[in-house]
């Protein structure tokens, strides 16, 4: 049987791969109440918004949002834990939680996964959502004091071991590390899951995914998308892209700039266009799609879905444009020095 890491590359070989779509939108949906994410636990904190802990407490709604995506094409479906980490967790007093929310919502995926595969024999995967928590590596959250620091590198590292393990533990494919904004954070979220996946004795392919700040194209921590593959790309992760931050017409240009570096697969979410006054996503899912559809034409994805404001009728549309549609093919990297500040650098041979 093939490692997942080997059905991946087989699959994106042949065609452009689907990737599923938003969660908060699809779970605001259901219209829930303070009581539907609380379920029987005894917790003191206001539990609204803890869209994790409806693994837990609500696991019929979340295998239902996973099989919506699996239902409109999705071949990849991420975890039910983008805040499950202490540090995230922490917001909710709910730190106690955290192995079980990432355990059980990896099961949750996987159950849902190995329930499509059944029905069409087609092959799914399963990505662990490590999302970048509130803290930063990088920058000081007081203006008065550049120097400080909330947290340091080995406690955060210690935070992403912890959700890792129980990723593996409860039987994702690969941990997806996304909507990245601080480098370095990425590069410690990278060290603990390489160190998991060690551990566990098995191959658990890193997803690497950046988040722009601003259309100059580059992250809060002021690193360029060129400049960040090189930070990252000692991981050797399996996909490389961008999600979140803008509409798919907006992330085109910076995408077309890591599609020409990147050895590896690219995966590539975007938001339904920009939000509303109100915060709201108006794009509708065609418009998606034909946009989404000039990154097809280009030969700039591997694997493609969509992030805030998508929901599975997105996702089918995007699915249905990639028919006939070519994967971006992956370049030959030449062997020369990468090294990266806020901007790339590459020593000449």
């Known amino acids: 049987m093939n490692s997942p890491r080997e059905a991946l590359h087989a699959l994106a070989a042949e065609r452009i791969l689907i990737f599923d779509g938003g969660y908060g939108t699809t779970i605001q949906n259901h219209g829930l109440g303070e009581r539907d994410y609380r379920g029987m636990l005894e917790l003191t904190d ?12 609500r696991p019929d709604i979340i295998e239902g949002i996973h099989t919506a995506y699996l239902e409109a094409g999705a071949d990849i479906v991420e975890t039910n834990t983008f ?9 909710y007093s709910c730190e106690h939680l955290v192995r079980d929310l990432n355990i059980k919502s990896a099961e949750i995926a996987r159950t849902a996964c190995d329930k499509a595969e059944a029905k069409d024999g087609k092959k799914r995967f399963v990505a662990g959502s490590i999302g970048p928590t509130n803290k930063t590596l990088s920058l000081s959250p007081d203006v008065n004091d550049p120097g400080y620091r909330e947290i340091d590198f080995d406690y955060l590292k210690g935070v992403y071991r912890e959700q890792c393990d129980a990723l593996i533990e409860g039987g994702v494919d690969f941990l997806l590390i996304e909507t990245i904004f601080d480098t370095l954070n990425a590069k410690c979220a990278g060290m603990a899951a390489q160190e998991a996946a060690e551990a566990c004795g098995r191959d658990v392919p890193l997803m690497i995914s950046m988040t722009l700040t601003d259309l100059s194209g580059r992250n809060l921590s002021g690193h360029t998308v060129e400049a960040f593959w090189h930070a990252v790309r000692h991981l050797k992760p399996v996909t490389i892209g961008l999600n979140c931050s803008f509409g798919a017409d907006q992330l085109r240009p910076h995408l077309a700039m890591l599609a020409k570096q990147a050895d590896c697969l690219i995966m590539a979410y975007p938001n339904a266009g920009l939000p509303n006054e109100l915060g709201e996503y108006d794009e509708l899912p065609d418009q998606t799609a034909a946009l989404t559809q000039e990154w097809f034409d280009d030969g700039l994805v591997n694997i493609v879905g969509g992030c805030c404001g998508t929901t599975p009728e997105h996702i ?33 041979a």
């Open 83 to 91: 805040s499950s980490t202490k540090i995230s967790q922490a917001d």
């Open 46 to 57: 206001d539990q609204k918004g803890n869209n994790d802990l409806l693994s837990l407490t």
């Open 316 to 348: 089918a549309a995007i699915a249905k444009a990639t028919e006939g549609a070519k994967p971006r093919i992956i370049p030959t990297a030449t062997v020369l020095t990468k090294l990266s500040g806020l901007e790339p650098f590459t020593m000449a």
